[in-house]
């Protein structure tokens, strides 16, 4: 009986020490556990928080481009380096997680993408005073021009007066008809008796005026406005058109004042003039420089 009792005993001991190690065991575990459920959480919170970093990253450098506009396209290589290392991060997010090798290639995803941020900054800053220097200079060109404008005006205006100024004047037109008589010539007012008209004027003073010969056209009109001519050929141009002249004479001017005299012979002798007021025009360079007008009975 006592023999039985003391194997009771230590059976007894031997299940009570079984019973605490299994109950260690089970508190081992239950810990453990515990700290694996927390590494998991702690890892999916990592991971999580990667993963918001490298979008809110993406999205800020997104943003910068869109900020940039066209300028952006001037970093485009750098751009594609940013977007394919977003592309090896979130593989290894869904594929194999490395806490360390994501971290390590997003920080260089952070340094690319700082870099990308400086350089964009320095074109913008570049491109500003770019355009800043070409305002300047648009400004500049804008001022000369209209300075130009206004000394070609001032020029042009200049130029016209001057043009104005640098031309021949004719004064004192008078025409005086004479009836020939051999080597004599008697003045006289009568149409029938006129052989020869001697036109006078005087060529006005004008320092302006290029000295040398100037070519004068004198224009004799009737009373029926035909102009009495040499020949079909005695043309000359005024204001684009050809017009019969009467006398072309050739002067030798000198910036000084001068009187000169033209004649003007009858050719048909027989037929007597025709009777009325005579209109006389003097012409130079495309311009009527002097008129004046006699009558014959």
Known sequence: MEDNASASRKWKIYISILALIILALLFWLFIQRSQLLKLVDAREVEKVELQKELDSLMSEHNTIKEIYGTLSDSLASKDSIIQANAIEIRKLLDTQYEYYKIRKKMAMLQKVAQGYVQQMDSLYTVNRELKEENERIREVVRTEQ?????????????????????????????????????????????????????????????????????????????????????SKYDVFVFNGQEIPYSIREDINYQGKAMRVCVDWIKRDTDAPAMKGRYQVGLFFNDREIGQGSFELR
Do not use: W
């Not at 080597?183 to 005026?209: M, P, W």
């Open 146 to 230: 209209g300075r130009n404008q206004n000394l070609i005006k001032d020029k042009e205006e200049l130029t016209q007066k001057m043009n104005q100024a640098a031309v021949l004047q004719a004064y004192g037109v008078t025409t005086t008809a004479f009836k020939v008589r051999g080597n004599n010539s008697i003045e006289t007012d009568k149409a029938n008796r006129t052989d020869k008209l001697k036109i006078c004027f005087t060529i006005g003073e004008n320092s302006l005026i290029e000295q040398g010969t100037k070519v004068l056209y004198v224009r004799i009109s009737r009373p029926d406005n035909v102009v009495v001519t040499k």
